[in-house]
């Protein structure tokens, strides 16, 4: 099956692959969505911080670079709570406010984080 990977982040990271739907396989898939939460969890210590020792309460998900709520990935979650987005490095759909040991600062992923980027090339 042809897929396409798309980027938009200034250093390269592939924001995901897509198949003939415009999306990520894992918002569609609840097996690949748990396998990669699975994955994120065992190399990336996904968690609950409210379960874990120390973290800086600034760094979850939800402020992560790798975290993308833009609205086209929102339609593909379903859930326009603002609680869930989809995290572009391990490719699954995560909680704003979990954490893990791959956080980045500069997110969230948004339409008009998108727009300044675009600006600024």
């Not at 390269?12 to 396989?25: F, G, H, R, T």
């Not at 874990?52 to 709520?69: E, K, L, N, T």
């Not at 572009?88 to 998108?114: I, K, N």
């Amino acid at each position: 099956m042809p897929t396409i990977q798309i980027s938009i982040m200034p250093d390269l990271m592939p924001v995901d692959a897509y198949d003939d739907n415009s999306c990520p396989l894992a918002t569609r898939d609840s097996d690949v969505n748990e396998e990669n939460k699975a994955e994120a969890v065992e190399n990336a210590d996904y968690r609950d911080p409210s379960e874990s020792g120390a973290f800086r309460i600034s760094d979850v998900c939800g402020s992560c670079r790798h975290y993308d709520q833009t609205e086209e990935t929102l339609d593909c979650i379903g859930d326009d709570s603002g609680d869930l987005g989809y995290c572009l490095m391990y490719r699954f759909v995560c909680a704003a406010d979990h954490t893990c040991d791959d956080w980045s600062e500069g997110g969230p992923m948004t339409a008009s984080s998108q727009q300044s980027y675009r600006d600024n090339l």
